[in-house]
């Protein structure tokens, strides 16, 4: 496959069967039948409109299976598991479509994780950074906007943001990432305004 060459269409499912042989000579051919019945296990991936494709034969189902998880990169409970929480919060969602005006931030947030989550299952991805990171034999601290917001509770989420970038970008390592390096940088970015009130 030449690199103009688009790639194939990816599986977007897998499916663990029993099989068995019948016939023989030329009219021999495999089916999928109950486990009882089965002689050995397929591992098939679904091709979105196009249906099954085996990928490979196994004595028994645990390797099957085992085979299906190292492929997906994660067990297939954990898939369950995130499916069920994404339609529990596109649930709560719904529901809370009957408090207009409230929780707006909280529903966006809510929304977004929805998405993340179906683009997870679809897509068979998962990226985990320190894992990553971990096989160049390197590590690192994560700060988000909810720590700079913990010191400047009234910048909004994009002001966080700015703080932020603008303390990866001038951060010094002989003084480190911390909660004061946060607070300096966003009191010269975003200076408090004195109280307007009279005391």
């Known amino acids: 496959m030449s690199n ?5 269409t990816p599986f977007d499912g897998y499916e663990v069967h029993g099989v068995r042989e019948f016939g023989r000579g030329a009219k021999r051919h495999c089916e999928q039948v109950p486990d009882e019945d089965a002689r050995f296990w397929s591992l098939y991936g679904h091709i979105p409109g196009q249906g099954l494709e085996c990928i490979g034969d196994f004595k028994n ?36 479509d009957e ?26 991805s998962r990226i985990d950074v320190h894992q990553l990171l971990r096989a160049r034999r390197q590590v ?3 700060w988000s906007i909810e720590d700079v917001q913990g010191v400047r509770p009234e910048l909004t989420d994009d002001q ?5 970038e603008r303390c990866y970008d001038k ?5 480190g990432f911390t909660w004061n390096y946060l607070e300096d940088v966003a009191d010269i970015m975003f200076p408090e305004q004195p109280s307007t009130t009279k005391e």
């Open 4 to 8: 103009t060459d688009e790639l194939p």
């Open 61 to 96: 189902r645990a390797l099957a299976e085992e085979v299906r998880a190292r492929i997906k990169g994660r067990q297939p409970a954990l898939q369950e598991a995130l499916a069920w929480l994404a339609t529990a919060a596109e649930d709560l969602d719904v529901a809370l």
């Open 99 to 124: 408090t207009p005006g409230q929780f707006a931030a909280e529903r966006m947030e809510l929304a977004a994780a929805c998405r993340n989550a179906r683009d997870a299952l679809r897509t068979g």
């Open 140 to 142: 690192a601290v994560i």
């Open 160 to 164: 966080a943001w700015d703080v932020l």
């Open 171 to 175: 951060h010094d390592c002989e003084w």
